[in-house]
C-alpha cells in the first residue's frame, strides 16, 4: 500500500508560485501513474495534471496549461507540481494521488491518496 503526503502549500501572492511535493513510501512508487488534484470550498474535487509512471506523458487541465507543470523523480518516490502565475481562482486544498491505470483523469481510478495541502492566492 502507497502512503502519501504531500508538502509545499501556502500562502502565494496572486501572480507568484509554489512548487508542491508528493513523497511516496511503500508499494513501488515508479509503476503508478500520478495525479494531482484539488479542492475548492463548496466545489467538487477536480483533477489538475497527471504523468505517467515514467514521466513520458503528462496530462492538464485546461485551467492550468501553460501555468503547471508535472514531474516526478522516481529515485526519490516523489511527484510535483510546480505553479506559476498563480491566481486567486487555484485557491484550494490540493491532493496527490497514485492509480495502478495508465494516465486516469478521474478521480475515481485513483487508489491512494495524500491528505492534502491548503495552497490560498490572495488577489
Known amino acids: 500500500q502507497v502512503q502519501l503526503v504531500e508538502s509545499g502549500g501556502g500562502l502565494v501572492q496572486a501572480g507568484g508560485s509554489l512548487r508542491l511535493s508528493c513523497a511516496a513510501s511503500?508499494?513501488?512508487?515508479?509503476?503508478?501513474?500520478m495525479g494531482w488534484f484539488r479542492q475548492a470550498p463548496g466545489k467538487e474535487r477536480e483533477f489538475v495534471a497527471g504523468i505517467r509512471w515514467s514521466g513520458g506523458r503528462r496530462y492538464y487541465a485546461d485551467s492550468v496549461k501553460g501555468r503547471f507543470t508535472i514531474s516526478r523523480d522516481n529515485a526519490k518516490n516523489t511527484v510535483y507540481l510546480q505553479m506559476n502565475s498563480l491566481k486567486p481562482d487555484d485557491t484550494a486544498v490540493y491532493y496527490c494521488a497514485a492509480s495502478s491505470g495508465p494516465l486516469p483523469l478521474s478521480d475515481a481510478e485513483y487508489d491512494y491518496w495524500g491528505q492534502g495541502t491548503q495552497v490560498t492566492v490572495s488577489s
Open positions: 511503500r508499494g513501488t512508487f515508479s509503476s503508478y501513474a
